[in-house]
């Protein structure tokens, strides 16, 4: 008699055991292929990464898998090399110079105009954000000449603050774009709410919209900023003065220079990526649901 309640109380435990292992059988060609997908992803920065550790007649002569066979033969020499002597150091400098500002400028305001577009009434305010978000479509290169004029009027050519402007300008549609979109999704009554209260536009934005908004906010952070960071194009054209050069310059002249020390080149290339990694990795968690939750309202 005794035997009855203890199968009765296994066969659930099996039957949940039994689930798990059918959803982990059922899922399994998806999580191969995309460890498999992040693998080839990975390997290049991998190789990258061993290649800018080994001496440059070792990275000339073999694989950069070949440099975990005994002896090892790792070296600190080409980031030293490229740092102190080919002027990545004052170009990484360079580039948060441009780049924090270049990321929080579009996002304060694209802020504001988001909210605006979202919940405030004015007229013309369809066809401005239709207008808006068509220049996303619109090719930067087609800009170049007329903005370069514009910023040789002002005296804006070969600084920061005309380099802050035109990434603001390129960046702005996409951003607005994104966070009307999230803006919109927030709940109605919970503003309604605060101006029955007695708060001001302002108050329901710092207040409420901002510490709502994290998520969209993170991941437009992780757009401009990656964006910004590894700009080749904007910089060379509008930047023009090699003490205030990027990163992405100096390594453009580095292939120039040393197009066949691939040791300094994938040493420089890995300063580079250092940054946006800690960026992403470290805003990654608001990535997806900050993308995800404006894309379908309702």
Known sequence: MAAVPEASGIRPILLKILARLRRFFSRLPLHVILIVIALLWLTPTVGLLVSSFRPSTEVSTTGWWTAFQTPFKFTLDNYSSVISQ?????????????SIPGTVIPILVASF????????????????????VALIVVPIQATLIPVLRLFADTHLVGTFPGIW??????????????LTSFFGTLPKELLESAYLDGASNMRVF????????????ASLAIFQFLWVWNDLLVALVYLQVPSKAPMTLTINNLVSSFGTQWQLLTAAAFISMILPLIVFFALQRYFVEGITAGAVKG
């Open 86 to 98: 080919n002027g990545m150091g004052r170009s990484f400098l360079n580039s948060l110079i441009i």
């Open 113 to 132: 105009a988001g909210f605006a577009f979202a919940w405030m009434k004015f007229p013309g305010r369809n066809i401005l954000f239709i207008f808006l």
């Open 165 to 178: 402007l035109a990434h603001t300008a390129y960046g702005l549609p996409f951003a607005i774009f994104l």
């Open 206 to 217: 710092f207040r409420l919209i901002l510490p709502l908004s994290v998520p969209a906010i």
